[in-house]
């Protein structure tokens, strides 16, 4: 028997090219551009502007030209595009010379990139990423200028991914500020950024992020096929793409890891994985990932390795604590007694005589509790969220010891496990944490010890057997792989670090970090 399941083979794109006949090819060809019937201006903007018929925002703008008698027409939507842009960039010039001034002397003069588009289909999507069309008396084509409106806030340290030493920058929402921020850090020409777009309506923008001399290009191929494959009329948040993109959408454990440092980013590209940046979102996506990179947290590799292999192993030792001190309290209690020491006995006994409920009620009741105060002091200001955490948990905990309804044991290994739970760096995997913990107190209450160790076994079982777009998901554990082990459990040394992950199957496994040559000459 094996535990193990091999990794399904990337399954390629199907290209099954048909031939067009004639008369699709003689349709293609009569949408294509509206200019191929001749149309005036006049009539042209008609039919380019009858798409936004029922909007208010889609503006106009003429301008005459005096030196040939001609007209430019300026077409934009007035709610996502800079209005001080446009004045400054292309008004201004037209009006500086206007008793000589002519289209193409215009392009030559104005210090802006127009780009000259032919095809008429593109009008729609041009207007709706915050474009300038340009419009002349010349209706083959026209002209298209990148004027968005300044509405980004400031580069800020994530709150939820806080560091004490390192760079305190974290994504914002707009993707081109995001991807400078990568690049920033990665100034190598095989740094490769790839476009692409989902969602019929909203036409959502996540940029493909990957070394091109290091990642596994199978591993490019498949991510790009996934999300081309997504077909939905909305696409709002990276939320969305993870849902229907990763291989287990019903397994409780993140297949993707979500951050908003670009450091972090930039660190896991040059192991050879792939990124996923995301236009209107603060949101990157790194994979494939394993078990251990969730709880690998940027500050261990700003200490000296020491302290951040004993950090490193304090979370992990955290994942066990928060996933499994309820349910051994409980077996304790309810079942196995006798491991109790003889000095702690009469303790745990008159701190239990008078509880009416079982020992589980008591943790459902305290973990119920617990999260009730998490999820009001998020949707607090935060000026007073902070104190009604602090105040709600000492005064509920407080009332229910005097109550009579829960042990003064129980609120300590609640405390306890809830410390546990939110040391891990990363939101997603510390959820799953606390979602599982409850399988495991009631399967405790049930079976005792034999419970706890039935649901560790099918919890192991499961990470064996998970795999994300192809890589193991417990590496280096299941496979084996010592060499790997250097940065799981502790963090070696930077200068051993010479080899990059082997999960993630890198074009170029040596790391070429050779860096203490002077200690050897």
């Known amino acids: 028997m094996t535990f193990f399941k091999k990794p399904k083979k990337l399954k390629p794109e199907k290209e099954n090219p048909k031939p067009q006949d004639s008369s699709q090819e003689n349709n293609s060809e009569e949408n294509q551009s509206p200019a191929v019937q001749n149309l005036s201006l006049d009539e042209l903007l008609t039919k380019v502007k009858e798409p936004f018929s029922i909007t208010e925002d889609l503006m106009t703008h003429s301008v ?155 591993h490019v191929k498949e991510v790009e096929r996934r999300i081309k494959s997504i077909e939905a009329d909305a696409v709002y948040t990276p939320g969305n793409i993870e849902e229907s993109i990763e291989d287990k959408p019903f397994s409780f454990f993140p297949q993707m890891l979500s951050t908003e440092r670009p450091d972090r980013v930039a660190a896991n590209l040059m192991e050879g994985r792939v990124a996923l ?59 196995h007694f006798e491991v109790i020491p003889f000095g702690l006995i009469l303790l745990i006994k008159s701190s239990l005589e008078d509880i009416p409920y079982p020992p589980l009620f008591e943790a459902l009741l305290m973990e119920l509790t617990i999260e009730l105060i998490r999820e009001a002091s998020i949707r607090l200001p935060t000026r007073i969220g902070s104190t009604i955490a602090i105040v709600g948990g000492l005064v509920i905990g407080d009332a229910v010891v005097k109550a009579g309804l829960v042990s003064n044991l129980m609120i300590i ?14 939101n997603e995997m510390s959820a799953a944490v606390r979602i599982l913990r409850f399988p495991f107190m009631v399967a405790a209450a049930t079976l005792g010890f034999l419970g706890i160790v039935f649901g560790f076994l099918i919890l192991i079982f499961h990470l064996c057997r998970l795999y994300t777009f192809g890589s193991p998901y417990f590496a280096p554990i299941a496979p084996l792989n010592l060499a790997d082990l250097k940065d799981s459990f502790i963090r070696a040394p930077f200068w051993k670090q010479n080899t990059r992950p082997k999960d993630v199957n890198a074009q170029k496994t040596d790391n070429s970090n050779h860096t203490r040559k002077w200690d050897k000459s």
């Open 413 to 426: 290994v609640v405390a306890i496990t809830a410390i546990a739970a939110y040391i891990v760096p990363s």
């Open 64 to 218: 005459e030209l005096p030196s040939d008698n001609s007209r430019i027409v300026l077409l934009f939507i007035e709610s996502i595009i800079d209005k001080q842009l446009v004045q400054s960039m292309i008004l201004n010039p037209l009006f500086e010379t206007a008793r000589e001034i002519n289209f193409e002397s215009f392009k030559q003069m104005a210090s802006i990139d127009l780009k000259k588009q032919t095809d008429f289909n593109q009008v729609q999507e041009l207007l709706l990423q915050s474009n300038t069309l340009i419009f002349t008396e010349d209706t083959s084509c026209f002209y298209s200028m990148t004027t968005p409106v300044k509405t980004q806030r400031d580069i800020t340290e994530p709150d939820n991914e806080a560091i004490i030493r390192g760079a305190h920058e974290g994504f914002i929402e707009n993707l081109s500020t995001n991807l400078a921020l990568i690049r920033k850090r990665l100034k190598t020409p095989k740094l490769t950024i790839k476009y692409l777009q989902v969602g019929k309506e909203t036409h959502t923008t996540i940029a493909l992020a990957y070394v091109d001399n290091i990642a596994d290009p199978e």
């Open 277 to 335: 940046i995301y236009d209107t979102s603060p949101t990157a996506h790194v994979m494939p990932v394993n078990f251990f990179t969730f709880y690998q947290s940027v500050d261990d590799y700003n200490k000296r390795w020491h302290i951040g292999s004993f950090f490193r192993f304090v979370r992990i030792m955290g994942f066990f604590i928060a996933l499994g001190l309820p349910a051994v309290y409980i077996a304790i209690v309810s079942f």
